[in-house]
């Protein structure tokens, strides 16, 4: 018999295998990110109903879970699928940055994200099979955290929005609102989300809960999120962004640095 969670896994690896074969007729991963934050919405409620653990935790398991990735599939799916702006930035400068290899190596960062989607998923694992009858004080902090960084990640998806759709702000970086005081906040919200999750988990998860917020970090920090939507956009805005790196924080938001000189 194979384990249900080795199930859960290899069909994860042929979904996100099925979305390469896409990408490789298309030119276009932009939708890999909405598959990754369905999935993980996908495996999580599947959690919950299945779950052993109270009524209680089930619950907060499957609400948390579906209000993130519901949130999140739709912001993809309608503002870069659907929208028909072509590939996301950060793919196409994947793809420039990668040349004749792009297909395979695209193929291992399907896999990377279907690996991705199974890890981001354990924590709402744990909580459904935890067996409280309440949830913890550190739970309700995590609660508290997971609502204000999503209503903060929302704000910040609106004004980035908001930003290019302004005629008169083309080939500019956006310093509109949150932007002004960091360079991602959407990235960084979306990490703090994940730190609020960690705190839901932590009773029934231990130290183990720390894995996902610790990933998260290294991801939209170092891999995937930030470095290449700041070369797409040295590429785009050229020194306006440029001057932009010099104001703005990366990651965490803190008051913009004065920069002398036009």
Known sequence: ????????????????????FRQTRTNDATSVDAAWAAAIGALALAAAAAGDGHAVQRVAAAAVAGVWSGRLSWHLIAHRVLSHAGEDGRYRAMRQHWGTRAHARFFWFYQLQAAAAFLFALPFWFVAGHDAPALAPAQFAGLAVIVAAQALEALADRQLEAHRRDPSLRGRACRRGLWRYSRHPNYFFEWLTWCGIALLAAPAAGWWAVVQPAAMFVLVRFVSGVPYTELQALKSRGDDYRRYQQETNAFVPWLPRRIEGP
């Open 1 to 20: 018999m194979i384990p249900p969670l080795a199930i859960i896994a290899i069909a994860c690896s042929v979904t996100f295998a099925l979305l390469w």
